[in-house]
């Protein structure tokens, strides 16, 4: 029915949003072609979590924009001690400590970084970035800024230093 509505021109745009990647593709999957015009993902995408890349080559391939929310792993890539919104586990906090040393060398704050990550596949046409105050506000403008300037040369060393798997696409130039 909701198909129904847009063909009728009663609504815009289809969209689904949800925290499990892996259930969005299925939604997608399991729908006619040109369902779905975006879709929102939560937490799968980012520095630390990459479980929404089928879901990413789906929506590339299928013309379907992304909106991609939790690019700081629940604030963990931002200062905070917390993934998936609980207590980060150690091995989580060593691959962060590794992405915080990585954009250490090429001068760039690890926010700035995970922005700029999160925004590197095609099909993601947005950012979701929840702010708290005007102060945080202002953080994320200048983030937004300096996450275009974020060298190319990073990715590579990223997969590298095994801080991206290889099946992670990167940009070449």
Do not use: M
Request: overall charge negative; hydrophobic content about 45%; glycine content about 6%.
């Amino acid at each position: 029915w909701v198909l129904e509505l847009k063909k009728n021109g009663e609504i815009q745009e289809v969209s689904a949003g949800l925290n499990d990647a892996a259930y969005l593709l299925k939604l997608i999957k399991s729908c006619p072609k040109g369902s779905f015009d975006s879709v929102l993902i939560a937490g799968s995408w980012n520095l630390l979590d990459f479980s929404a890349f089928e879901l990413l080559c789906e929506c590339e391939e299928n013309n379907i924009s992304v909106h991609n929310a939790g690019i700081y792993a629940s604030g963990l890539l931002v200062g905070g001690d917390t993934f998936r919104y609980k207590k980060a586990p150690a091995e989580i906090v060593e691959r962060k400590d590794k992405w915080e040393r990585l954009a250490e060398k090429y001068k760039l704050p690890l926010p700035v970084v995970a922005f700029s990550f999160a925004s590197l596949p095609q099909c993601v046409s947005k950012i979701v970035v929840g702010v708290k105050s005007i102060s945080e506000l202002n953080s994320t403008i200048s983030i937004l800024k300096q996450s275009s300037f974020v060298p190319i040369e990073i990715w590579k060393e990223a997969k590298d230093l095994g801080l991206l798997p290889d099946f992670v696409p990167i940009p070449s130039s």
